[in-house]
T-cell receptor, first 114, second 109 residues
Framework: DTGVSQDPRHKITKRGQNVTFRCDPISEHNRLYWYRQTLGQGPEFLTYFQNEAQLEKSRLLSDRFSAERPKGSFSTLEIQRTEQGDSAMYLCASSHRTGSYEQYFGPGTRLTVT | KNEVEQSPQNLTAQEGEFITINCSYS?????LHWLQQHPGGGIVSLFM???GKKKHGRLIATINIQEKHSSLHITASHPRDSAVYICAVSPGGSEKLVFGKGTKLTVNP
């Protein structure tokens, strides 16, 4: 098992462009989470999937943000019309179905909007 | 007021010192997590606990549910312990994590 992977690791984009990030969870983990972390702060919850169902979304997830997990495996997070305030580390985590709430984190995608 | 508060925000220690990081929370929880984040972003789970105390190597985590408080202790600290330590809680009824701002620990040789 290779752990949670995220792609790309770094993304620099110009304001107004759309970006898409991918997260591959640990296989057989049916729960997948997206968090955002700005400099000097702890991560903040964005959204959560159980299998392909998006069960919870934060108020932080404006209408420019959309996340999918079409087959209950990998997930994508898209940001449309990026703004400078979107610059952050986007973290993905996954957890197993039964019992534990322990979440396993990927390395993150660092987004810089210029 | 944040739901999860950590103290101190920054901590500098000499190698070998005993270190304590504190976490207080204001919501009902299913579990409390201590996480470690190194420069570059990767987050590693250190402990998940809902009562009592857990120990792993030189790390010890305790929680007092009644007082809504947890501590992370590092014995015989080492420069490789330098990292950001983050406290997070699983609010009751939700699977998301709510994080503190983290404590940046620097251990000097």
């Amino acid at each position: 098992d290779t752990g949670v992977s995220q792609d790309p690791r770094h993304k620099i984009t110009k304001r107004g462009q759309n970006v898409t990030f991918r997260c591959d969870p640990i296989s057989e983990h049916n729960r997948l989470y997206w968090y955002r972390q700005t400099l000097g702060q702890g991560p903040e919850f964005l959204t959560y999937f159980q299998n392909e169902a998006q069960l919870e979304k934060s108020r932080l997830l404006s209408d420019r943000f959309s996340a999918e997990r079409p087959k209950g495996s990998f997930s994508t997070l898209e940001i449309q019309r990026t703004e400078q305030g979107d610059s952050a580390m986007y973290l993905c985590a996954s957890s197993h179905r039964t019992g534990s709430y322990e979440q396993y984190f990927g390395p993150g995608t660092r987004l810089t909007v210029t | 007021k944040n739901e999860v508060e950590q103290s101190p925000q920054n901590l500098t220690a000499q190698e070998g010192e005993f270190i304590t990081i504190n976490c207080s929370y204001s919501v009902g929880i299913s579990a409390l997590h201590w996480l470690q984040q190194h420069p570059g972003g990767g987050i590693v789970s250190l402990f998940m606990l809902s009562s009592g105390k857990k120990k792993h190597g030189r790390l010890i985590a305790t929680i007092n549910i009644q007082e809504k408080h947890s501590s992370l202790h590092i014995t015989a600290s080492h420069p490789r312990d330098s990292a950001v330590y983050i406290c997070a809680v699983s609010p009751g009824g939700s699977e998301k994590l709510v994080f503190g701002k983290g404590t940046k620990l620097t251990v000097n040789p």
